[in-house]
């Protein structure tokens, strides 16, 4: 079993930056590919940046290219997100997910999520 705890979130002005943390307890999760998922007050969740177990993989969803960056710590068991150049629309509910199998996300070991608020 693994848990997964989210921190870092907050509030930020328009065009600030913030680092996003996810660390797991329980069994290791370098075994694990890493994905940051978001949710926006009425919208789905939706995949923003996912990272293999090696760290030599990378996703990024087209509406955080050159802006958000995924790294991980396996040493720590640690994923980061960096995201600059935050604007309001990246205003939402971040959760970190490690899927049990592969990178089947609907199966998936998930945080609790931390609010991220970018003010205009």
């Known amino acids: 079993q693994v848990q997964l705890v989210e921190s870092g979130g907050g509030l930020v002005q328009a065009g600030g930056s913030l680092r996003l943390s996810c660390t797991a307890s329980?069994?290791?999760?370098?075994?694990?590919?890493v994905g940051w998922f978001r949710q926006a007050p009425g919208k789905e969740r939706e995949i923003v940046i996912s990272?293999?177990?090696?760290?030599?993989?990378?996703y990024y969803a087209d509406s955080v290219k050159g802006r958000f960056t995924i790294s991980r710590d396996n040493a720590k068991n640690t994923v980061y997100l960096q995201m600059n150049s935050l604007k309001p629309e990246d205003t939402a509910v971040y959760y970190c997910?490690?899927?049990?199998?592969?990178?089947?996300?609907?199966?998936?070991?998930w945080g609790q999520g931390t609010q991220v608020t970018v003010s205009s």
């Open positions: 990272i293999s177990t090696s760290g030599g993989s990378t």
């Open positions: 997910a490690a899927p049990k199998y592969g990178s089947i996300w609907t199966d998936a070991h």
């Open positions: 329980g069994r290791t999760f370098s075994s694990y590919r």
